[in-house]
């Protein structure tokens, strides 16, 4: 995939979102009662916060994705990406691996030798597993949880993104979850003001086009991968 066809999908994927929350806020606009108006944002406020989740889940494994396509090694990618895709290699490190799907050689029956046994096993293995091509698991990123601030920052750092971008919205993101999350169970009745359902749209497109952006330059700089070395010194 080339960098412009991965950012191609990224936008296009943002656009009809954004543009199905435009059309319903044009709808609300033309209610002339003020009153009505705020308890129609209701709906507004449910929209907005499904496509954040949804697009934010679409671009991370959109990202995920390509880099899995792009056939690199895991001894060429950077440690937070490698991280991520040795999730197995670690949890059978610390787990066991009696069927040895991760490591080649099964567990001695003496339960004490058992870490050590896997230290040494990762250890003998390494250059094997360095030599595969990465393969960032699916469930690597967390897509079941609400989209919090810190579910996203989290999501961001396992695949090795930068996070800091979140935290200037991260007020209003938790307000918009609050509000979504009363009205879906029927606790808040009341309307939404223009005011802050504005802070709470400023915010989602703020984090969506953020993320486009971190995520194009990531991509198209090929930041998943260790630099290389200067020779020319």
């Known amino acids: 995939m080339t960098a412009d066809e991965f950012l191609g999908e990224l936008l296009r994927e943002s656009a ?8 319903l806020n ?16 209701k709906s507004l406020i449910m929209l ?11 671009a991370l494994d959109h990202y995920r994705t390509a880099i899995n396509t792009a056939g690199v090694r895991c001894g060429e990618v950077t440690p937070e990406v490698l991280a991520g895709a040795w999730d197995l ?8 691996d009696a069927k040895c799907r991760v490591f080649l050689k099964p567990l001695p029956h003496d339960e004490i030798l058992h870490r050590q046994w896997r230290r040494r096993h990762f ?12 393969e960032m698991p699916e469930d690597l990123i967390d897509a079941t949880s609400n989209l919090t601030p810190q579910v996203l920052q989290r999501n961001l750092f396992v695949l090795g993104l ?19 999350n009363r009205i879906a169970h029927g606790d808040n009745r009341r309307g939404i003001s223009l005011a802050d359902y504005s802070k709470y749209e400023s915010s989602v497109k703020g984090i969506c086009e953020k993320l486009v952006e ?9 930041r998943y991968l260790k630099p290389h070395p200067d020779y020319s010194l």
């Open 16 to 23: 009809w979102r954004f543009e199905e929350v435009q059309h």
């Open 26 to 41: 044009n709808l609300v606009t033309r209610e002339p009662n003020e009153e009505r108006q705020a308890s129609l944002r």
């Open 48 to 58: 907005l916060y499904a496509h954040l989740e949804g697009f934010v889940v679409f």
């Open 89 to 96: 290699v670690f949890k059978a490190m610390q787990l066991g």
């Open 123 to 134: 250890i003998e293995e390494v250059s094997r597993f360095e030599d595969a091509v990465l």
């Open 162 to 180: 930068d996070h800091q971008f979140v935290v200037p919205h991260a007020d209003n993101i938790n307000k918009l979850l609050g509000q979504r």
């Open 214 to 222: 971190h995520l194009d330059a990531a991509y198209r700089e090929q």
